[in-house]
């Protein structure tokens, strides 16, 4: 993520995806969501971690960026985020104390690193532990950052363990697309579309005037074309 001084959340888009993610878990319909008592969805900061995880799905789908080493914690009663006092102000449009519809209060918490989070992760599996006894999780996204395994250490101090895979739960959640989701897949569709034929074109005319082109030439022509 760039600068996050200067971005925030979008506040309507966030609150929008959120009730439908709790309208989702609350309506029964899915029954191995709906047994849970809370999620835990931790993203740390590896440089081997896959690029396609469930994780970085949820952020983008709900935060539109990718936010390494938080945790994000959704009960019935409260979302409690934990991340850097940078990535804090990202939410600061959304951080209250009081409900909006069927979104409950949403808590952020900032990083303290003279204690490595373990007040902060500790307050959490409390928190954890006053919801129930069922969590839900992504089961193949593992992280070994400092952070997450710090996040680890607690859960097993607390006796919390994540049981429950949602993973299918979220694939069909997220499946679903709305307007804006829409109008991006199409915009993507026509990219890739221009893409197409702007390369097509080249490589007929490399092949047919014998041209030597590199290939770092060709790239930068072909990112040209599809962002201008």
């Known amino acids: 993520m760039g600068d996050t001084k200067k971005i925030t959340i979008n506040k309507e888009i966030f609150l929008k995806r959120t009730a439908k993610l709790y309208d989702y878990w609350n309506n029964g319909n899915d029954e191995n969501l709906s047994k849970v ?14 690029q396609y995880s469930k994780s970085n799905a949820l952020q983008i789908w709900l935060y539109n960026y990718e936010l390494n080493d938080m945790l994000a914690i959704f009960t019935r009663s409260a979302i409690y985020f934990l991340a850097s006092s940078r990535k804090a102000l990202f939410f600061q449009p959304v ?3 009081e409900p909006n519809g069927c ?17 902060n992760f500790t307050k959490l599996a409390e928190k954890l532990k006053e919801n129930g006894s069922s969590f839900g999780h992504f089961a193949k996204d593992s992280y070994s950052s400092d952070f ?4 680890s250490s607690v859960m097993e101090e607390y006796g919390i363990k994540l049981t429950v895979d949602v993973s299918a739960s979220f694939a069909h959640l997220l499946s679903e697309k709305d307007n804006i989701e829409v109008e991006l897949c199409r915009k993507a569709a026509q990219a ?4 197409w034929s702007h390369a097509r074109k080249k490589i007929i005319d490399i092949i047919d005037q014998a041209k030597k082109v590199k290939h770092s030439r060709f790239a930068e022509d072909l990112e040209k074309a599809m962002t201008t």
């Open 37 to 50: 008592d809370a999620l835990v969805f931790m993203v740390g900061n590896d440089d081997d971690a896959s």
């Open 95 to 97: 951080g209250n104390e």
């Open 103 to 119: 979104v409950p209060s949403i808590i952020v918490f900032t990083r303290e690193k003279s204690d490595k989070d373990k007040a």
């Open 148 to 151: 997450a395994k710090g996040w």
């Open 192 to 195: 890739s579309v221009n893409a």
